[in-house]
């Protein structure tokens, strides 16, 4: 089931994909789950999900799935689909998703804390996926006390999320910014500031794809509106200056950007087998060249083709039978029929 944030072009596109808010939170008078143990995260599990499913999930597009009744590839697909972390397949124990796949919102049991609660919307829209995220943990706090002290705000297990324990962030697509050499001097400039820069895929795993999350450092001391507008405001300047970056391409290096796009197109169009980060590499270039009008396909959603290109993904189509070269294989083939190539 492909989630709707992911495939539709929400405000900002094609720059901008994706909003997303999360919250921390963690049960009062419980260890949090570094230092809880099995028992304990047995609890909080049947705590938040019972509540989950009396005040939150009030339809059947809700689903509910503990950790270590899936496999390894069934973790990995949803990790591809943002809805948990790479962490969270290598401990399964008393961890537990609630979601509502297709329209991008959960709850994420056991993790870090004793509930993450998510929503994604497409494009430039912190402000709803904060509402969205907002009201399910209200819902959830009728059930629950949660650890809050009166001076320093929600306590979490991570120092960084203490206060009102939301993080958000932005998806955002920046390949010219990479080509012409300004990428630099945008991360110097954000990392100065309050702001947290990383890939698509978390921190430590590198930014491939020219895909990058904007997000905010602190959560303490901010109220959620003033966490909301700073990267808001931050992601719409980096915006402009990639839209800038793209003109420029355009008007003084045409025939050298119309060549690189359309030699990576050939590689899509030939390749027998590819390598994930390959694929991710080659495709952003391929969409930069849709999005500037010369390449002549069809557009496509650069973060809805990569999540279906990942290896759970493309496990999940043929049972998880394949070994590594033939998920290599697969991909070049899914590539092509997602392109209509």
């Known amino acids: 089931?492909?989630?709707?944030?992911?495939?539709?072009?929400?405000?900002?596109?094609?720059?901008?994909?994706?909003?997303?808010?999360?919250?921390?939170?963690?049960?009062?008078?419980?260890?949090?789950?570094?230092?809880?143990?099995?028992?304990?995260?047995?609890?909080?599990?049947?705590?938040?999900?019972?509540?989950?499913?009396?005040?939150?999930?009030?339809?059947?597009?809700?689903?509910?799935?503990?950790?270590?009744?899936?496999?390894?590839?069934?973790?990995?697909?949803?990790?591809?689909?943002?809805?948990?972390?790479?962490?969270?397949?290598?401990?399964?124990?008393?961890?537990?998703?609630a979601a509502r796949w297709i329209s991008g919102r959960g709850v994420i049991v056991n993790a870090q804390?004793?509930?993450?609660?998510?929503?994604?919307?497409?494009?430039?829209?912190?402000?709803?996926?904060?509402?969205?995220?907002?009201?399910?943990?209200?819902?959830?706090?009728?059930?629950?006390?949660?650890?809050?002290?009166?001076?320093?705000?929600?306590?979490?297990s991570s120092p960084t999320d203490v206060g009102t324990g939301l993080r958000v962030s932005i998806m955002l697509h920046l390949p010219a910014l990479v080509i012409t050499g300004e990428i630099g001097k945008t991360m110097l400039a954000l990392g100065q500031s309050e702001i947290l820069v990383r890939g698509m895929h978390g921190r430590g795993a590198g930014v491939s794809g020219n895909l990058f999350v904007i997000s905010n450092k602190r959560t303490l001391g901010l109220s959620e509106r003033d966490i909301i507008a700073q990267v808001e405001t931050v992601s719409r300047k980096v915006a402009e200056n990639e839209r800038t970056a793209r003109k420029i391409l355009l008007q003084e290096y045409k025939l050298d950007i119309s060549d690189r796009v359309f030699r990576t197109l050939g590689v899509l169009e030939r390749a027998r087998k590819l390598e994930f980060l390959e694929a991710v590499e080659l495709l952003s270039l391929v969409k930069l060249g849709v999005d500037m009008e010369i390449l002549p396909i069809s557009d496509f959603n650069l973060v809805d083709v990569v999540m279906r290109i990942g290896n759970g993904h493309i496990k999940a189509l043929k049972g998880f039978e394949l070994d590594e070269e033939e998920v290599e294989k697969e991909r070049a083939v899914h590539v092509r029929r997602i392109l209509d190539l």
């Open 113 to 156: 804390n004793h509930a993450k609660i998510f929503a994604i919307f497409a494009g430039a829209q912190l402000m709803k996926a904060w509402e969205v995220a907002d009201k399910i943990d209200s819902n959830i706090e009728r059930d629950v006390v949660y650890s809050y002290d009166q001076r320093l705000g929600y306590l979490t």
């Open 1 to 97: 089931m492909r989630p709707e944030w992911a495939s539709q072009r929400g405000p900002g596109y094609p720059v901008i994909l994706a909003s997303r808010a999360r919250l921390a939170r963690n049960i009062e008078g419980i260890p949090f789950p570094p230092a809880a143990d099995e028992d304990e995260l047995e609890r909080v599990r049947g705590m938040v999900l019972e509540s989950v499913a009396r005040r939150v999930a009030d339809d059947e597009e809700w689903d509910i799935k503990f950790a270590e009744e899936l496999s390894r590839d069934q973790l990995l697909l949803l990790a591809e689909q943002h809805l948990i972390s790479r962490s969270f397949v290598e401990k399964t124990q008393g961890r537990a998703v």
